[in-house]
Antibody, heavy 127, light 107 residues
Framework: QVQLQESGPGLVKPSQTLSLTCTVS??????????WSWIRQPAGKGLEWLGH???????NYNPSLRSRVTMSVDTSKNQFSLKLNSVTAADTAVYYC???????????????????WGQGTLVTVSS | DIQMTQSPSSLSASVGDRVTITCQAS??????LNWYQQKPGKAPKLLIY???NLETGVPSRFSGRGSGTDFTFSISSLQPEDIATYYC?????????FGQGTKLEIK
């Protein structure tokens, strides 16, 4: 059974960098069949895809955050990570990691769903 | 980005009722549409993929249909454990986006 678990600081100061790690168990992150994703959800609001990373380190980011987001992968630890810089209160949210099976749609590789998800971790941006 | 519009935003129904939620995409997304259930304090759970395929282990009272721009999600007989917020999500291109959610309550 594949499981994902987010970890990282729950409190980040404004203008600093949010850093989270997702640890994958029950499957190898080196599998070529999946993207590994980050999604966030502000309290009482909807879901926003932040981006994903492939085992090679190749990434796709949401254009709305592209200038502030960096994702990386550590296959030796079966982990992938998120860094979001210059955070503000608007970045306060529950952050989830998830697995995306890869599918080719109109000649472009996309993830075709998010399954499974980690339990989520609340990150608050406050001084 | 493709916009996903769900309706209604909230819904109150009785146990045993048939419930239907709609999701409209801002452009043709074929059948590249998933449905998720999110219970309070929990991560979303995939219920339906490719518009109409039931994820393994999901009760058969859940169903989905549609293609192109218009999709529906139904629960044939509402159960107390179905109380949750439901989201549609497209994967036709990047970035994938979600509907704003439909909060389902028991009347």
């Amino acid at each position: 059974q594949v499981q994902l678990q987010e970890s990282g600081p729950g409190l980040v100061k404004p203008s600093q960098t949010l850093s989270l790690t997702c640890t994958v168990s029950g499957a190898s992150i080196s599998s070529g069949s999946y993207y590994w994703s980050w999604i966030r959800q502000p309290a009482g609001k909807g879901l926003e895809w932040l981006g994903h990373i492939y085992t090679t380190g190749s990434t796709n980011y949401n254009p709305s955050l592209r200038s502030r987001v960096t994702m990386s992968v550590d296959t030796s630890k079966n982990q992938f990570s998120l860094k979001l810089n210059s955070v503000t209160a608007a970045d306060t949210a529950v952050y989830y990691c998830a697995r995306e099976p890869i599918e080719v749609v109109r000649g472009v590789k996309v993830g075709n769903c998010f399954d499974p998800w980690g339990q989520g971790t609340l990150v608050t941006v406050s001084s | 980005d493709i916009q996903m519009t769900q309706s209604p935003s909230s819904l109150s129904a009785s146990v045993g009722d048939r419930v239907t939620i709609t999701c409209q995409a801002s452009q043709d997304i074929s059948n590249h549409l998933n449905w998720y259930q999110q219970k309070p304090g929990k991560a979303p759970k995939l219920l339906i993929y490719d518009a109409s395929n039931l994820e393994t282990g999901v009760p058969s009272r859940f169903s989905g249909r549609g293609s192109g721009t218009d999709f529906t999600f139904s629960i044939s007989s509402l159960q107390p454990e179905d109380i949750a917020t439901y989201y549609c999500q497209h994967y036709d291109n990047l970035p994938p986006t979600f509907g704003q959610g439909t909060k389902l309550e028991i009347k």
